[in-house]
């Protein structure tokens, strides 16, 4: 029963990740991404899925797909019903499934982020209904399959498993909230494992609208930099096993890292900017060490937000020099952004397995383009590639909307 | 094992702008007028029941985050005003700590149409006003803002099920003491393309809008007489588990009906698509209201009005018990039952 449910454990579970799943424009699966995000390889060029020739902007960091998808429990017939943001979910998925050495299951909960789902096939939808209102044929499907608990369903079939499946749209904060929300399911008893991650595709649609608000860089996207002009867009999908501990020790599994510390909360200052003295990022960043146990000066790492447009930027300094104090003059802080782009519902899934790889192989993900920090900046930005004794890193996200949320990652030793 | 109590309840729909309009609707059991949706593109217009205007332009829309708004946001703010009055008439409401669970289907499909359409015929003069309202997470943001008091805020996607998922949701903030009560919201707004792609799935469905609220509580002084005492386990449909056998497991989860007790199913006007529910149902002997069929397939508006339907029948002591039968069209079913509160432990 969803309700009433049993009681909460008197001492809350400790929630593990046992298998992590990636992909991005640096390539699909754990490897070339370490290689990639260590290196602070950035992985723009001009976009080829859709005209940018009237746009300001003309490129973001496209993802190569497979041209065939390693075999899974999907048919011929479902993987044709896949768009580019299904195919990477499905692909992320399968690699943190294969990774945790999971079996078909039953009632296993599945949390994904994601803020525009089938969007590409919607957008098809569309222009066909205009341009050729009289032609139905594969609109019905379009009409379907745009959902994104359809495409969380293609996961289920896919790797074989049924549960709950929810679906969060919190904007950019979306990916940072289903990870969230599916440590509270453990951590509150109410499942022993959840599939958690984000994902999203880059479409017309949604280009054509960071460029209309002109905050896409038009140069070259560096974070916290003072000469910073706006955002990169990028495409994606992370995806995690977790489980209780007992879980993952009872079946031998390999711990990739634990997490211990989730905060979440609204921002109500405006639909698209935050606070400028990012009070809400402070308020998720104090609650995820709250719930951590932990204080600012046991973070060896931040993994921020950091779109790279003005406002995001200067509000979430300012509140990461205000959290970190004293701490802050030594606190290496990077964002990954500047590697792959904003992958929007996908970003807090992607860089939370960026902060298991920071946690698993000890180094830090560095900004290359980064020269000139931000006034703002009571910290120091990451760039160059570096090895460093990791233990606890933090994880900013913030969408649209002002939904904020920060999650804390423990190495596993 | 904590007791969640329903504090107030809200609604927008083709029949009016309050629950009492929707009541009304309901008691008539009458299918409302459907008015013509011009379709680009077709001679013959598609069909839709639509959101008439409120009698009084609403004082909530001056606020300056409703400027721009669409009416996905002024539908959602609405019911989640009228399902929190009693929260803000308290003298110590700016205490509280609400959350916000938003609970969507299609979303600010107005918006995003009229973007895409901007950004096909010239991006360079798409508007960047207009783009943000496309976001799911809009309506949230802008009830959050509206409110205030506003401590977390989610926008959940999914078929309409969903929406007890959200209550469901709802109910964790309550039980983990992060939020004082919960305003849970499913609404959906309306335009050519929706009812263009609802003609392609059920061409007996009549597109409609609006939006539900309940409002969530753990303090027994706040309720309005409901409690909520059951939500059953979300049925995913598989592979393994066709919509059927979900809703028939949903159906054993909720028991058998006794005397007194009421059934908001999610019976429209498809055979096809009503199959499933009506043979998970088919042993209900006792009263039952389909709102879709007196308003319209609503999808997470519609999910909400059954628990709106629910709540008020069990409020207005019409019915001991409430059962709200959700049944989602490619995700999941779930059901609720709501009860009523005895009088003397709502003191």
Not at chain 1, 1 to 8: E, G, H, R
Not at chain 1, 331 to 346: C, D, E, I, N, Q
Not at chain 2, 44 to 71: G, M, Q, Y
Request: proline share 6%.
């Amino acid at each position: 029963m969803l309700f009433p449910t049993t009681s909460s454990p008197r001492t809350p579970a400790r929630v593990v990740v046992t298998g992590a799943g990636i992909i991005t424009a640096l390539g699909i699966g754990w490897t070339p991404n370490a290689e990639g995000f260590r290196a602070g390889r950035a992985a723009f060029r001009p976009v080829s899925q859709f005209d940018v020739s009237r746009q300001r902007v003309k490129t973001a960091a496209e993802v190569d797909l497979p041209s065939i998808l390693p075999p899974t429990r999907l048919g011929a017939r479902s993987i044709a019903r896949l768009d580019r943001a299904g195919a990477m979910l499905v692909l992320a998925a399968l690699e943190a499934w294969r990774q945790a050495g999971w079996e078909p299951a039953e009632n296993l909960p599945l949390v994904l982020g994601t803020t525009a789902g089938g969007m590409l096939l919607g957008e098809s939808y569309f222009r066909q209904a205009l341009q050729q209102p009289l032609r139905h044929c594969q609109q019905a499907t379009r009409a379907v399959y745009y959902q994104p608990q359809v495409q969380a369903r293609m996961v289920c079939d896919a790797l074989d498993f049924s549960g709950p499946i929810t679906i969060i749209s919190n904007a950019c904060a979306s990916g940072g909230n289903a990870i969230g929300h599916a440590w509270d399911l453990i951590r509150f008893g109410q499942a022993e494992r959840v599939v958690a991650g984000g994902y999203d595709a880059l479409g017309e649609m949604v280009f054509s609208g960071f460029d209309s608000l002109q905050a896409l860089s038009p140069t070259v996207c560096r974070p916290f930099d003072a000469r910073r002009d706006g955002l990169a867009l990028g495409e994606g999908a992370a995806v995690v096993t977790l489980e209780t501990l007992v879980s993952a020790r009872r079946r031998g599994a390999e711990i990739l890292g634990e997490i211990t510390g989730y905060g979440t909360s609204i921002d109500q200052h405006h639909l698209t900017q935050p606070h400028p003295q990012g009070g809400t990022t402070l308020m998720v960043m104090k609650q995820a060490c709250a719930s951590a146990g932990i204080t600012p000066a046991e973070i060896d790492y931040i993994n921020a937000h950091g779109t790279g447009t003005v406002l995001n930027d200067a509000s979430e300094a300012f509140a990461i020099s205000e959290w970190a104090g004293r701490r802050a003059a030594t606190l290496p802080v990077s964002s990954t952004k500047a590697s792959v782009g904003h992958l929007l519902g996908g970003a807090g899934a992607v860089e939370a397995v960026v902060c298991l790889m920071t946690l698993r192989e000890q180094w830090l993900p560095p900004e290359i383009e980064f020269e000139t920090p931000d006034p703002a900046c009571k910290f120091p930005i990451v760039n160059k590639p570096q090895d460093a004794r990791v233990n606890a890193v933090l994880s900013n996200s913030f969408g649209f909307g002002g939904v904020n949320a920060a999650l804390i990652f423990r190495r596993w030793a | 094992m904590s007791r969640i109590f329903v504090a107030g309840i809200g609604a927008v729909s083709p029949a009016g702008w309050k629950v009492a309009a929707l009541r009304g609707a309901l008691d008539k059991g009458e299918p409302l007028p459907v008015q013509a949706l011009p379709r680009p593109g077709w001679e013959k217009p598609l069909l839709a029941r639509l959101v008439p205007n409120p009698p009084v332009r609403p004082e909530f829309l001056a606020h300056p985050r409703l400027r721009r708004t669409s009416p996905i946001t002024h539908y959602a703010a609405s019911a989640a005003l009228e399902a929190a009055a009693g929260l803000r008439s308290k003298p110590d409401a700016n205490n509280f700590r609400l959350g916000i669970v938003v609970c969507l289907q299609s979303g600010c499909v107005q918006y995003s149409c009229r973007f895409y359409d901007e950004t096909l015929k010239n991006p360079a003069t798409a508007s960047p006003l207009v783009f943000p309202e496309t976001v799911y997470a809009a309506p949230a943001s802008h009830v959050a803002a509206l409110l205030e008091n506003v401590a977390l805020a989610y926008s959940l996607v999914g078929d309409p099920s969903a929406f007890l998922q959200g209550v469901a949701l709802g109910v964790q903030w309550l039980e983990e003491n992060r939020v004082d009560a919960c305003l849970v919201i499913g609404a959906e707004e309306t335009n050519w393309i929706t009812a263009d792609a609802l003609w392609h799935l059920d061409r007996r469905a009549t597109v409609t809008a609006g939006a539900g609220a309940l409002c969530l509580c753990r303090d027994p002084k706040l309720s309005a007489g409901i409690e909520l005492a059951v939500i059953t386990d979300a049925h995913t449909f598989s592979a393994r588990q066709s919509r059927t056998q979900a809703a028939q497991a949903m159906r054993r989860q909720l028991g058998k009906n006794s005397p007194g007790e009421l059934l908001c199913d999610g019976i429209g006007d498809s055979p096809r698509t009503g199959a499933a529910e009506l043979a998970a149902w088919r042993d209900w002997a006792g009263p039952r209201v389909s709102p879709k069929r007196i308003l319209g397939e609503g999808l997470m508006a519609a999910a909400a009005w059954q628990c709106v339907a629910a709540c008020d029948a069990v409020a207005g002591g019409k019915f001991a018990a409430a059962n709200a039968s959700l049944v989602g069209s490619n995700q999941q079913a779930i059901g609720a039952r709501f009860t009523a509160v005895a009088q003397a432990s709502c003191l």
